[in-house]
């Protein structure tokens, strides 16, 4: 498996700008995809982006046109910029990474959008 290591997470304005990051180490030439999901108070998590080995990339409809993944294969990383913000993008967001056989989650970044 593989350790991964959330960083940018914050406070922000509605309408602002973040980039969260996730620094895979370990196993990494076994991964398949690498992802974001978040989880809201009270809610299940859900999927944000995915970035697959190649370039194909998939997203919630509710992020559609606001939020970028993008991956770094010779820094192991994985960002996912985030842009036009709302209140309801207020979660934790956890980064993930999966193989074959299994899958891993980073501890999660808290990301507050709010005046």
């Known amino acids: 498996q593989v350790q991964l290591v959330e960083s940018g997470g914050g406070l922000v304005q509605p309408g602002g700008s973040l980039r969260l990051s996730c620094a895979a180490s370990g196993s990494i030439l076994s991964i398949a995809a690498m992802g974001w999901y978040r989880q809201a108070p009270g809610k299940q998590r859900e999927l944000v982006a995915t970035a697959s080995i190649g370039t194909s990339t998939n997203y919630a409809d509710s992020v559609k046109g606001r939020f970028t993944i993008s991956r770094d294969n010779t820094k192991n990383t994985v960002y996912l910029q985030m842009n036009s913000l709302k209140p309801e993008d207020t979660a934790v967001y956890y980064c993930?990474?999966?193989?074959?056989?299994?899958?891993?989650w980073g501890q999660g970044t808290q990301v507050t959008v709010s005046s």
């Open positions: 993930n990474a999966r193989a074959t056989t299994w899958s891993s």
